[in-house]
């Protein structure tokens, strides 16, 4: 049986094993022999090699149905983590007109008081805030207004 190259060019694969494992074409113009005297091994290996890309391309794809799964799942995680974010922003926001109103006390019966140079720029800023400003935005968040946000404060 003619090797790759010979049998594609339609060339006669002549073989001296004495002198190499190539044909005698090939070694002429400097390629690669696949000739072989069993032709029955060259197809035995590539239906192992067939078999192998085979069983490789299976791992790849249980792989991929792992890292899809852990991505759905994460991907909910990080909705719910989002969702419960504006309800404790929305909820705190409705407090604070709550407290807003009913003037500037907490539920508690302890005074509404930010003090301190280490406190945060959003404090600062609520603080800098007109009342009638900071009104209206804590009622503009109790009313579910979705431009407001932890991170608009800042």
């Not at 049998?7 to 000739?35: G, T």
């Not at 790849?60 to 909705?79: F, P, S």
């Amino acid at each position: 049986m003619p090797c790759s190259s010979c049998h594609q060019h339609n060339r006669s694969c002549i073989v001296d094993r004495s002198k190499s494992l190539s044909c005698s074409e090939c070694i002429r113009r400097k390629v690669a022999c696949d000739v072989s005297v069993d032709p029955d091994s060259r197809f035995d290996k590539e239906v192992e090699k067939s078999r192998q890309l085979e069983e490789e391309e299976e791992n790849l794809m249980r792989e991929i149905a792992v890292l899809h799964n852990r991505l759905i799942r994460t991907h909910e995680q990080k909705r719910h983590s989002l969702r419960r974010q504006k309800e404790y922003f929305d909820r705190g926001m409705a407090d604070l007109a709550e407290e807003m109103n009913s003037g500037s006390e907490l539920s508690n019966g302890d005074v509404f008081v930010v003090e301190g140079s280490g406190e945060p720029d959003w404090v600062q800023e609520l603080n800098a805030m007109s009342p009638g400003s900071l009104e209206q935005l804590a009622v503009s968040v109790s009313q579910g207004s979705d431009g407001a946000n932890p991170q608009s404060l800042s």
